[in-house]
Each structure stands twice: as C-alpha cells, then as structure tokens.
C-alpha cells in the first residue's frame, strides 16, 4: 500500500475494495442496500461507485429497482464481462491455459502435452506459444487483459518469486514471472500449484460456504494449500503445506528415494509418479498380476486392475490410501480445518481409492462430539488449478492492486 494507515487514501481504498467485493458477490445490488450493509453514508457509496463505473470501469449501472415509496433504487453490478485474465496451469505432463472474463467464464482453452525431459526454456517456449494462440483464439482487445496467473510445481519463495526447487521438473532457481512479464507487458502472478488450486477452490467452489479447510493435491506430486479464515497461509518465506515431502514412518517403507533427495516421502508412495514406480518395481514379485500384460503402467491403467481384483494394483492403492489417510489426519490434528478438499489427478482412480482414504482419516482424526471435520472431493476437478491462477489475478483486481 501507497498510504499510510489512518490516510484519508488509505481508508478511500478500503472502502472501495469493500464496496466492489460486496457487488461481486451480490450479482446486482442497489445503491442503498450497498449503504445499509456497508455502513459507509449515501454520500461516500455514491462517490466510490461513480468511481468504479467510470474511472476503473469494474462495475456497471444495470437498471432502476422497484420503488417502494420514494425514488427508485439504483442497481449496480460487478463489471466482468469485458475485462480478462489469463490462467496458466503449467504441469509436469502437460500445460493447460485459459482465458476468461472476471466473471470466471472461460473464453478459450487450449491444453499442450510435454515431454518429462524437456527443460524450463522449451516449456517456457511452449506457454509463450500456447498463450499467443489463446489470444488470437478468443479475439479479444490484449489491453483489456489484467494479468496472467500461473500455478507450478516447486518451491516458491514469494519474497522473490524465484521457484528454488521444483522436485517435480527438477528446476533449480528459476523465474517464471520476468520473462512473461517482459513478453506480454502485462503483471504476472506465480505461485505453487496446490496453494493455487485452493485459491481456486476458495474463489470458485466451497469458498462460498467455507473459509478454513486444506486442499490436498494428489497428481504427479503431492502438495497443499492451506485456507485460513478466507486467506492463504504461506508460511515464513511462501513454502507450506509440503505434504508430499514428509517421510514415511512405517516398517514396510522400503528407503525409496525421492525427487527432493530425501527418502521415504508420502510422495513416493502415494502420488501418481509413486504408484506407477512402485508398481513397475513390483512386478517382478507378482508373474500372475495383470499389470504384467499392460504396455503401458501408468496410474490410471493401475486403478483399472485394481478395480478389477489385481493383487498388486490394489495393494499399492490401498498403500497409498492408508499413507494419505494417516497424512491428512496429521495436518487436520495440528491446524484444526473446518474441512479437507481432495484434488488432483490421482483422485480420480475411484471410489474404491477415495473410501479407504476417508476410513484411515476418520481413524486417526482426533474426534470430540462436537466435531466433524469434513473430507470432500473438490467441485473444481482438472479445472482446480487453472482457474486458481484466474483467480491470483483477480484477487488483485479486487484489491485494487493492478
């Protein structure tokens, strides 16, 4: 912030972001229910939303409300429709890229495969590409475009926005926003995926009714997003919620190493890398399981055995699910989430995969009468991520930040 607190800029700005978040989430709201909810006088509502239909243009008059006795109330409404951010989910396997208006409508969408031993300079090439063709595909005024937002993998210190270490891509201080921002000319946002597809939640799917819960991230890795009281919790320098890369306290943990160079990480065992290596290094020990006659192991192809009956695919997802469970209890014991929000890829393996994770939590989560802390599925699916890094882009939008 520009102005120091008790400014009359300062306490104008607060105002206004509160006025324009109250219009958003109303949908249309007159002038004077903004004034009654708000506390603030006729005057200063009048002022602020004069401001935002002309001089920030986010919202927009829409109509005239029935009287009810005196002069006919103004409606208002959150100006989304013409103003646009770019969302970038920029995978392991492939990057995913949208454009949508403020309103979380996507415009145009294209999804790029990539390959595991590409390096950052050829992927960067490729989100370059894929965000050039999302723009000609949608045909809408670059000026009008707020910002692009990105979720990756890996270790973001969000005091320099460098990503340290991704485990994952095996990047080692890289800097995703400077080179977008120098091509597009427009303010890029990076964060870590699982923080982002928890904003995205929060924004786009059980934020509408719950402020506290985490969102766990089971794809190529494993990862978190904490959501206190409304807010993304990062820890001191941007880096928690690093599930994936807790070790493994059990006596069947057989010292397998990790990406982060650690060993025995819930990452190892549980996420989808995990599961498709553990499976191709077991199969040696069971000749009889289906998984032999596949031409390709990957997660997906180990829940359909498993679903099926093979030994071994169910007794590596059944691993999997015990570790989650016994993972997830940990962190809701320690920071007390109003609910659990399960996401990413690997959650799609079945019901089978889902209940087994939700009876070793349920295990092991400290239970008081009183308390239920509840273990969801996210409402984002594969969209989680991608519209997550929508939504870093309009938080500042509402924040008056850019």
């Known amino acids: 912030m520009n102005h120091p607190k008790g400014s009359a800029e300062y306490i104008n700005r607060l105002n206004k972001i509160k006025v324009l978040n109250l219009i958003r989430e109303s949908g249309s709201i007159s002038r004077a229910e903004i004034v009654k909810q708000t506390g603030l006088s006729a005057p200063t509502i009048t002022r602020i939303v004069d401001s935002l239909i002309n001089k920030e243009k986010l919202t927009s008059q829409v109509g005239i409300g029935e009287s009810k006795g005196g002069r006919p109330p103004v409606i ?48 960067l090439k490729r989100v370059i590409s894929l965000i050039e063709k999302l723009l000609h595909k949608s045909k809408i005024d670059k000026r009008k475009v707020y910002g692009i937002g990105v979720a990756a993998a890996g270790f973001i210190n969000k005091k320099t926005d460098i990503i340290e270490y991704s485990p994952n891509f095996k990047w080692k201080d890289v800097d995703i926003k400077k080179p977008l921002k120098e091509f597009f000319n427009v303010p890029v946002i990076v ?20 402020k506290d819960f985490i969102f766990i991230n089971i794809g190529y890795g494993i990862g978190s997003g904490i959501i206190m009281n409304g807010q993304a919790f990062y820890g001191f320098d941007g880096m928690a919620g690093e599930i994936g890369h807790n070790r493994i306290s059990d006596s069947s943990a057989g010292g397998l190493q990790c990406s982060c160079g650690k060993k025995d990480c819930l990452e190892c065992y549980s996420s989808g890398r995990g599961i498709a290596e553990m499976a191709m290094d077991k199969l040696k ?48 014991n320690i920071l ?3 609910a659990i929000v399960l996401g990413g890829k690997v959650m799609k393996s079945g019901s089978f995969f889902t209940e087994r994770i939700r009876t070793v939590f349920n295990r092991e989560i400290i239970q008081q009468p009183n308390r239920n802390i509840e273990l969801l599925q996210s409402q984002l699916g594969n969209e989680a991520a991608v519209k997550g890094a ?13």
């Open 76 to 123: 208002v409404q959150f100006n989304g429709e013409d103003n646009y951010v770019i969302g970038i989910d920029w995978g392991r396997t492939h990057i995913y890229g949208v454009i949508s208006n403020l309103n979380g409508n996507s415009l145009a969408k294209l999804d790029v495969r990539t390959e595991v031993g590409d390096g950052f300079e050829t992927d």
């Open 191 to 210: 964060d870590n995926v699982s923080r982002v597809m928890a904003k995205g939640e929060l924004m786009y799917g059980i934020g509408d009714r719950c």
């Open 285 to 332: 020990f069971y000749p009889n399981s289906s998984l032999n006659k596949l031409e390709k192991i990957s997660t997906q192809t180990i829940a359909i055995e498993a679903h099926k009956g093979d030994e071994l695919a169910l007794y590596i997802f059944n691993q999997a699910a015990d570790y989650l469970g016994l993972a997830i209890a940990s962190v809701a």
């Open 336 to 338: 007390n989430p109003a």
């Open 390 to 402: 929508v939504s870093l882009i309009l938080n500042e939008v509402l924040n008056f930040r850019v």
